[in-house]
């Protein structure tokens, strides 16, 4: 009988303490311990002149606050704060120290605060946190239960209800990216999320919108849009980017008449090659991708008349399916070439939300809508900080003022 090749793999307890470990938390402990005692001796310094009744220092040390244990990466570390006292006889004169580096009341850093959200919306449940969170941060580690994510959800939700009524005054987004994210979960009345993405002027992508919607209505994403500019955003965008079936385009002709449509690339291959046989999606994918990827208008239309001759005997509804948005799948080449990868599909949005699809997909169950609509906000406000910001933003000043671009050329560069 052969070996079994199965390698057992060792429980988290037994290799969180190692040696390595432990140097590293001693290390933290030390690093931390000096920066505190520069903190303060600065802070002793700025005062120094300064003197009680008697010509002394006024403000002195006053030993250290007892021993707290902040949780960390690399897990606990302790460490004691040091402390001023200030002999001056009226209080209101006191000076006070509060330590920049080791606020009151905390325990654990900032990277673990994110930590515990992202382990739920990454598709922990609740009931594995202590596992999960002994074999990262050691198995002593304290504040970091289960019932934490209830608490961290409650916030969530709150600063979601805050993020709401913002004011959007004096904002300007060039471009919209629009999509309607259903995530597979019961969500009382709500059937998806409505999610509106938009480019700065200054080239960075900014969440602007994320509610509850009613299968991507008219009504819904209208009563979103009234929302917006009811908050201040009066400024048309330049462009939308989204899936042709959206309700949306119904609705941003009645809201903001002058933003130009594009059909998101993506969208439009994936619904062509629904109404054709798998042994020839290959080939038409191919086909497709000569379309959007060309050089220019006159290209592209060339390709695009190639595959209608290719399909149109046999595979009606494929080439009806594309040939419906002609126009609007080709509005990216009257913008500048340099946004032409961020405008002619709306994978921002697509890959954003495909965190949130895994959370809802490994919990199932019912969630009320508000837990989803805060879930996926707290997960964009996360991946917003990593998202990719427009090549070549100093052009956005071009489209806001209206210059002509042709196959992404600005017009006037073509004439000279």
Same mark, same amino acid.
């Given at each position: 009988?052969?070996?079994?090749?199965?390698?057992?793999?060792?429980?988290?307890?037994?290799? %969180?303490?190692?040696?390595?470990?432990? %140097?590293?938390?001693?290390?933290?402990?030390?690093?931390?311990?000096?920066?505190?005692?520069?903190?303060?001796?600065?802070?002793?310094?700025?005062?120094?002149?300064?003197? !009680?009744?008697?010509?002394?220092?006024?403000?002195?040390?006053?030993?250290?606050?007892?021993?707290?244990?902040?949780?960390?990466?690399?897990?606990?570390?302790?460490?004691?704060?040091?402390? %001023?006292?200030?002999?001056?006889?009226?209080?209101?004169?006191?000076?006070? =120290?509060?330590?920049?580096?080791?606020?009151?009341?905390?325990?654990?850093?900032?990277?673990?605060?994110?930590?515990?959200?992202?382990?739920?919306?990454?598709?922990?449940?609740?009931?594995?946190?202590?596992?999960?969170?002994?074999?990262?941060?050691?198995?002593?580690?304290?504040?970091?239960?289960?019932?934490?994510?209830?608490?961290?959800?409650?916030?969530?939700?709150? !600063?979601?209800?805050?993020?709401?009524?913002?004011?959007?005054?004096?904002?300007?987004?060039?471009?919209? #990216?629009? !999509?309607?994210?259903?995530?597979?979960?019961?969500?009382?009345?709500?059937?998806?999320?409505?999610?509106?993405?938009?480019?700065?002027?200054?080239?960075?992508?900014?969440?602007?919108?994320?509610?509850?919607? @009613?299968?991507?209505?008219?009504?819904? #994403?209208?009563?979103?849009?009234?929302?917006?500019?009811?908050?201040?955003?009066?400024?048309?965008?330049?462009?939308?980017?989204?899936?042709?079936?959206?309700?949306?385009?119904?609705?941003?002709?009645?809201?903001?008449?002058?933003?130009? #449509?594009?059909?998101?690339?993506?969208?439009?291959?994936?619904?062509?090659?629904?109404?054709?046989?798998?042994?020839?999606?290959?080939?038409?994918?191919?086909?497709?991708?000569?379309?959007?990827?060309?050089?220019?208008?006159?290209?592209?239309?060339?390709?695009?008349?190639?595959?209608?001759?290719?399909?149109?005997?046999?595979?009606?509804?494929?080439?009806?399916?594309?040939?419906?948005?002609?126009?609007?799948? @080709?509005? =990216?080449? !009257?913008?500048?070439?340099?946004? #032409?990868?961020?405008?002619?599909?709306?994978?921002?949005?697509?890959?954003?939300?495909?965190?949130?699809?895994?959370?809802?997909?490994?919990?199932?169950?019912?969630?009320?809508?508000?837990?989803?609509?805060?879930?996926?906000?707290?997960?964009?406000?996360?991946?917003?900080?990593?998202?990719?910001?427009?090549?070549?933003?100093?052009?956005?000043?071009?489209?806001?003022?209206?210059?002509? @671009?042709?196959?992404? %050329?600005?017009?006037?560069?073509?004439?000279?």
């Amino acid at each position: 009988m052969k070996k079994d090749n199965v390698v057992k793999i060792n429980n988290p307890e037994t290799f %969180i303490d190692d040696p390595l470990t432990g %140097i590293l938390r001693q290390g933290a402990r030390d690093l931390l311990a000096q920066a505190l005692e520069m903190e303060i001796e600065t802070v002793l310094n700025q005062y120094k002149d300064l003197k !009680d009744q008697g010509g002394h220092q006024r403000v002195v040390r006053n030993g250290y606050l007892p021993e707290r244990q902040i949780q960390t990466g690399i897990g606990p570390v302790s460490v004691e704060a040091p402390r %001023i006292r200030d002999r001056s006889p009226q209080q209101s004169e006191r000076i006070t =120290f509060s330590s920049a580096l080791l606020p009151p009341y905390l325990r654990k850093t900032r990277s673990m605060e994110q930590l515990i959200p992202w382990l739920y919306l990454k598709g922990v449940s609740t009931g594995d946190f202590s596992e999960a969170l002994a074999a990262l941060v050691g198995k002593d580690a304290s504040g970091l239960s289960a019932p934490t994510v209830g608490r961290l959800k409650t916030v969530w939700q709150q !600063d979601y209800q805050q993020w709401q009524k913002r004011s959007l005054e004096g904002k300007c987004y060039v471009y919209f #990216w629009v !999509d309607g994210i259903y995530c597979n979960v019961r969500m009382d009345d709500k059937q998806c999320l409505l999610v509106i993405i938009g480019a700065t002027d200054k080239g960075e992508k900014e969440l602007v919108a994320i509610e509850g919607g @009613f299968r991507e209505s008219e009504l819904s #994403w209208k009563q979103l849009l009234l929302d917006l500019k009811s908050r201040g955003l009066t400024t048309a965008p330049q462009l939308a980017i989204g899936d042709g079936a959206l309700g949306f385009w119904k609705a941003l002709s009645k809201v903001y008449d002058g933003t130009r #449509w594009q059909r998101c690339w993506v969208h439009k291959t994936a619904n062509v090659l629904n109404s054709l046989p798998k042994s020839l999606q290959a080939q038409a994918k191919s086909k497709l991708h000569q379309i959007w990827q060309a050089a220019g208008k006159d290209e592209a239309q060339r390709h695009f008349d190639d595959f209608m001759k290719t399909y149109e005997a046999k595979y009606p509804k494929a080439v009806q399916c594309l040939e419906k948005d002609h126009d609007a799948l @080709f509005t =990216f080449y !009257d913008f500048p070439a340099e946004h #032409w990868r961020h405008i002619r599909t709306s994978n921002p949005i697509e890959s954003t939300f495909a965190t949130v699809r895994l959370r809802t997909h490994k919990v199932r169950g019912c969630f009320s809508a508000s837990t989803v609509l805060s879930m996926a906000f707290k997960l964009c406000q996360c991946a917003q900080k990593r998202w990719i910001r427009l090549h070549r933003p100093e052009r956005l000043a071009d489209v806001v003022k209206g210059v002509k @671009f042709v196959n992404g %050329i600005e017009e006037k560069r073509i004439a000279a």
